[in-house]
């Protein structure tokens, strides 16, 4: 299973950016997929989750009302929108598939991709 992470970028607070994560080597519409990101000299936190047809999604906190995960399973690409972003969303972000077809903040991922950079400047 192949997971890769893009879109990342610097932006200004309040900006917008769009994560894309493309999956290849299973089958990518059964299960669910997540995003998680790890801050400088944190450790790496749960940030949504998608089910595997996208009729159940999961958010932290700290990103609800501002973040969207969605997912296109014809095209194997899970996505997270994010809005209205702060300085302290600034993190790695990565992308996150699991063996299950529903996931939510506790469900442990079982492949994980190369993280992409966000940085949000004030």
């Known amino acids: 299973v192949q997971l890769q992470a893009s879109g990342g970028g610097l932006v200004q607070a309040g900006g917008s950016l769009r994560l894309s994560c493309a999956a290849s080597?299973?089958?990518?519409?059964?299960?669910?997929m997540g995003w998680f990101r790890q801050a400088p000299g944190k450790e790496r936190s749960f940030v949504a989750t998608?089910?595997?047809?996208?009729?159940?999604?999961y958010y932290a906190d700290s990103v609800k009302g501002r973040f969207t995960i969605s997912r296109d399973n014809a095209k194997n690409t899970v996505y997270l929108q994010m809005n209205s972003l702060k300085p302290e969303d600034t993190a790695v972000y990565y992308c996150?598939?699991?063996?299950?077809?529903?996931?939510?903040?506790?469900?442990?991922?079982?492949?994980w991709g190369q993280g992409t950079q966000v940085t949000v400047s004030s």
């Open positions: 996150a598939g699991y063996t299950t077809r529903i996931a939510s903040m506790g469900s442990r991922a079982g492949y």
């Open positions: 080597g299973r089958s990518f519409s059964n299960y669910a």
């Open positions: 998608i089910s595997w047809s996208g009729g159940h999604t």
